[in-house]
């Protein structure tokens, strides 16, 4: 015989896990932490700076 099962409980279940999948996707999309948000924001200041000044008038 096959087990019975709550159709339900069985759509909460899909539903969770579609929506972990979807958090991990976003998660190594976007997912930086604060440090290294800073250091890429300061990178980038410094590479501006340096290339302001190496400009010629």
């Known amino acids: 015989m ?4 709550n159709l339900n409980t069985f759509r909460k279940a899909r539903t969770r896990a579609a929506k ?3 958090a991990e996707e ?3 999309k976007f997912g930086r932490t604060k440090a290294q948000k800073n250091r890429d924001k300061a990178k980038a200041e410094k590479a501006d700076k340096d290339l302001d000044g190496k400009q010629r008038e």
Do not use: H, M, P
């Open 2 to 5: 096959a087990d019975i099962i």
């Open 20 to 22: 972990k999948a979807l």
């Open 26 to 28: 976003n998660a190594v």
